[in-house]
């Protein structure tokens, strides 16, 4: 049966390729638009505002009523809307029993604590933060599925950590990493990244490739959780407007070598359809997963004078496999649909890859 959507925060980035996913998608009617303000102050009409959606999607952005929402009785909410307004909005969303779907960092992190040093707020609900019983799934479908289908408030993954903790998380579970030595992520994302508000760093002539949040970027918290290990990230700005690549700096545990290293993320990943390990030699890009929801993943192995030392490169698209296509691929495996619904054409391709190179590494 179909199930009937609203979309808070869909005059941003993130909130128009999700309206955009939806409209497409077999399984899913929007039922209603929102934005981030309490007040009406922009275009009546979504596709005045993406005018590439015009007769796709006309329906009008209504300020934020919460009461007004409820009154609509949505299957789901989206939440493509600032930390805060999450944080307020998503308990009163869960008590109705409404399934939620929370692209803020508003419930990632297991550690109410945290909150007040990397997002500026105390965190008022810790009964609903992924320590608790009961509280947000952390909404990495890969490693994390069979919570979410059962979950009624899923805090879709920052685009960083996704690019960084596919490639490292079955990695450190299979003991295959030195625990002695800090990982090192350096990633650089399209200036998307930064959200639709206007700064002068952001604008057209003004773009360049730069470190930001250097030791203190909101993000590493979130690595470090899902890794499960101390991270060393370090975030860049790049001159384009969509994709991340992240560069990522291991050393391997006494024992392990790159035919483990692989076999491992080949076998993890088999049935994983937007999980794609490259051939050795090959490295991920940004064009190559632009616009998808796609993870690549490229990997090589060099001796130096500490050991093993294992170079990981992964790419996404950050509004995609970053915010709007995990979001969507989260809805699709709460309510029990197939993965890929309403999200890419080439899957079927990418699955028999990953299962082909897990039987070859299995052989």
Request: glycine share 8%; aromatic share 8%; net charge negative.
């Amino acid at each position: 049966m179909t199930k009937r959507v609203v979309v808070v925060g869909a005059s941003g980035y993130a909130g128009a390729e999700l309206v955009g996913l939806l409209a497409s998608h077999p399984e899913a009617e929007i039922i209603a638009l929102a934005g981030s303000s309490r007040r009406d102050d922009g275009p009546s009409r979504f596709s005045e505002l993406f005018p590439r959606f015009a007769g796709v999607v006309d329906l009008p952005i209504t300020a934020l009523d919460t009461a007004a929402l409820l009154a609509l009785e949505p299957d789901a909410v989206f939440l493509a809307t600032p930390h805060e307004l999450s944080h307020e909005l998503a308990p009163v969303l869960v008590a109705k029993g409404v399934p939620t779907f929370d692209l803020s960092a508003a419930f990632r992190l297991p550690d109410a604590a945290t909150y007040p040093s990397h997002y500026g707020f105390a965190h008022e609900h810790p009964e609903l933060l992924p320590s608790s019983p009961g509280g947000a799934v952390y909404g990495l479908p890969e490693l994390f599925a069979a919570r979410i289908a059962d979950a009624d408030l899923i805090a879709v993954p920052g685009c960083y950590p996704t690019s960084a903790i596919l490639p490292l998380r079955p990695l450190v579970d299979a003991g295959l990493l030195r625990t002695d030595r800090e990982i090192i992520i350096d990633s650089t994302s399209g200036v998307s990244g930064a959200g639709r508000k206007a700064e002068v760093k952001s604008l057209f002539c003004e773009v360049s490739m730069q470190a930001y949040g250097v030791f203190k970027h909101r993000h590493r918290p979130e690595i470090a959780a899902y890794v499960t290990r101390p991270v060393c990230f370090t975030p860049h700005l790049g001159s384009w407007d969509r994709g991340i690549l992240s560069t990522i700096h291991a050393w391997l545990a006494p024992g392990a070598d790159e035919r483990v290293v692989r076999s491992t993320l080949a076998n993890c990943y088999a049935d994983q359809p937007f999980v794609r390990l490259l051939a050795a030699g090959a490295w991920p890009s940004v064009g190559a997963v632009e616009r998808s929801n796609f993870c690549d993943i490229g990997l090589g192995v060099e001796r130096s004078i500490d050991g093993d030392h294992l170079l990981i490169e992964s790419a996404i698209d950050n509004l995609v496999k970053g915010a709007a296509g995990q979001a969507l691929q989260c809805f699709n495996v709460r309510f029990g649909l197939l993965q890929t619904e309403g999200l890419l054409w080439q899957h079927p391709i990418s699955h028999r890859s990953a299962a082909k190179e897990a039987a070859a590494w299995n052989a």
